[in-house]
């Protein structure tokens, strides 16, 4: 009888040294599972670093952003080239303003003016004229350049007109070269634009597999207190 008991009893210690046996390797199994999923995660991750450096270098990011930087500078210089330029243009439109005492001749224009100065001029090379006939042609001549450098300017003897056409022309010129300038900043954000999204895909799946990774973890360590 006594010896059945034994037997009873180490019957008894051998099943639950088996069933031991299978919770620790049952625990085993679940550790290097969990440990497993860790790896991939961390591999997955790791993978898309790298296919951010990839895109970065690909798409020439660091260039993009130098030249970026380089047309910010430039355009601010224009901007303030531009502002100046203006003031100038400004102040020489109101020291052009004719004064109220001149005569407003409101019936000639500018091409019409230089027209009848070559066509006189023209008559007076080619025509056998009297001298008082030729004396009326200059007067006539004399008047209309009078009229051309008080209201539009004289090329040849007005250095006011001169000035402001100069203004005018570079005005126009900077106004162009700004203007290309933001359009190059404009397609530089473009670029920085479309690249950032190919890397905020990334960025995004990185965060779900670090809380994928996370809640692995937690839940290991919650079955190993149990």
Not at 13 to 42: N, P, T
Not at 48 to 68: F, G, M, P, Q
Not at 180 to 201: G, N, T
């Amino acid at each position: 009888m006594e010896k059945e008991a034994v037997l009873e009893e180490l019957k008894k210690v051998r099943a639950e040294i088996k069933r031991l046996k299978k919770e620790f390797s049952q625990k085993k199994d679940m550790k290097e599972e969990h440990f497993e999923k860790g790896e991939v995660y961390s591999t997955e991750i790791d993978t898309l670093y790298e296919e951010i450096k990839t895109i970065e270098k690909e798409n020439n990011l660091d260039v993009i952003n130098k030249d970026l930087e380089e047309r910010k500078v430039e355009l601010e210089s224009f901007k303030a080239k531009l502002e100046e330029l203006n003031q100038k243009f400004e102040n020489l439109k109101k020291a052009d303003t004719p004064k109220p005492n001149r005569p407003v001749v409101k019936s000639i224009s500018i091409d019409i003016a230089k027209k009848e100065i070559k066509y006189l001029d023209l008559k007076l090379q080619t025509q056998v004229l009297s001298l008082d006939k030729e004396s009326e042609l200059i007067k006539q001549i004399a008047e209309l350049k009078d009229k051309i450098a008080v209201y539009h300017g004289d090329e040849d003897n007005s250095s006011e007109n001169g000035e402001f056409r100069e203004i005018k022309k570079e005005l126009n010129y900077v106004r162009r070269k700004y203007s290309a300038v933001e359009k190059k900043i404009r397609s530089l954000y473009k670029q920085i634009r479309l690249i950032s999204k190919e890397k905020k895909k990334r960025y995004k799946r990185i965060d779900d597999l670090r809380n994928l990774k996370k809640s692995s973890f937690e839940e290991f360590r919650s079955t190993k207190k149990n």
